[in-house]
C-alpha cells in the first residue's frame, strides 16, 4: 500500500518569506499525487495534482510542486507567503489502481506578519 | 450549483442516540467517500462506494453504516453514538483514479 509521510506538523513562515512543505510518498510511484488546502471551517480545496505530465506542476494562489522521483518527494513551495496562506495543508497519492487515496497528516502554516 | 453538498452543517447530540449525515454530488462522479477528521485534523477515511458497491471498509466500528439510495448519494448513519464520535465527517467525490472534491464537513458534537 501507499504510505505519505508530510514532515513538520507545524509551520511557520514570516509574511512575504518563502513557503517549503514537504512530502514523500512509498517508493513505488503513485499514479497521481496531490496537494489540498484546508482553511479553518472549510472542506478540503484541490491546490495541485502530479499526472505525470511534467514534473513542475503549477496550481493555485501562486503554489507549485516538484515531483522528484530519485528522493520520491513531491514538495510544496510558494515564493512569497502571504497571511491569507494560513492554512492546514494536505499531501496525498492514489494507490496503483487508482481507486484509494492515502492522504499525510497535514502540516498547518502559519504566517507571521 | 454546489458541488458537494452535506446537511446538517453542525449537529449536536446525546450519547446513545442515533443520527445521520446526508451526501450528495452533483458532479456525476462514480465513487465517494466518507472521510473523519479528528481535533488533530488528521483524515481517517471511513468508507467508499463505487457504483453502490463498497470497496473501502476500513477498521471502523459496525455503528457506522453507509447507505447510498443511487449514485448521486452516500449517507452516513451512525447508531449509539459515543464521545469518541465527536469530529468533523467530510463527504467526497471523484471519478475512477482521479482528485477527490469534498464537502464542506459536518461537526459532530456528542454530549
Known amino acids: 500500500a501507499q504510505s505519505v509521510t508530510q514532515l513538520g506538523s507545524h509551520v511557520s513562515v514570516s509574511e512575504g518569506a518563502l513557503v517549503l512543505l514537504r512530502c514523500n510518498y512509498s517508493?513505488?510511484?503513485?499514479?497521481?499525487l496531490f496537494w489540498y488546502v484546508q482553511y479553518p471551517n472549510q472542506g478540503l480545496q484541490l491546490l495541485l495534482k502530479?499526472?505525470?505530465?511534467?514534473?513542475l506542476v503549477k496550481g493555485i494562489n501562486g503554489f507549485e510542486a516538484e515531483f522528484k522521483k530519485s528522493e520520491t518527494s513531491f514538495h510544496l513551495t510558494k515564493p512569497s507567503a502571504h497571511m491569507s496562506d494560513a492554512a492546514e495543508y494536505f499531501c496525498?497519492?492514489?494507490?496503483?489502481?487508482?481507486?484509494?487515496?492515502?492522504f499525510g497528516t497535514g502540516t498547518s502554516l502559519t504566517v507571521i506578519p | 450549483d454546489t458541488a458537494v453538498s452535506q446537511t446538517p452543517k453542525y449537529l449536536v447530540t446525546q450519547m446513545g442516540n442515533d443520527k445521520s449525515i446526508k451526501c450528495e454530488q452533483n458532479?456525476?462522479?462514480?465513487?465517494m467517500y466518507w472521510y473523519k477528521q479528528d481535533s488533530k485534523k488528521f483524515l481517517k477515511i471511513m468508507f467508499s462506494?463505487?457504483?453502490?458497491?463498497?470497496?473501502i471498509n476500513e477498521t471502523v466500528p459496525n455503528r457506522f453504516s453507509p447507505k447510498s439510495p443511487d449514485k448521486a448519494h452516500l449517507n452516513l448513519h451512525i447508531n449509539s453514538l459515543e464521545l469518541g464520535d465527536s469530529a468533523v465527517y467530510f463527504c467526497?467525490?471523484?471519478?475512477?483514479?482521479?482528485?477527490?472534491?469534498f464537502g464542506p464537513g459536518t461537526r459532530l458534537t456528542v454530549l
Open positions: 458532479l456525476g462522479h462514480d465513487t
Open positions: 467526497a467525490s471523484s471519478p475512477v483514479g482521479n482528485e477527490q472534491f
Open positions: 502530479y499526472t505525470s505530465a511534467a514534473t
Open positions: 462506494y463505487n457504483n453502490k458497491e463498497l470497496i
Open positions: 496525498a497519492v492514489t494507490s496503483n489502481t487508482g481507486n484509494q487515496f492515502y
Open positions: 517508493s513505488s510511484v503513485p499514479p497521481y
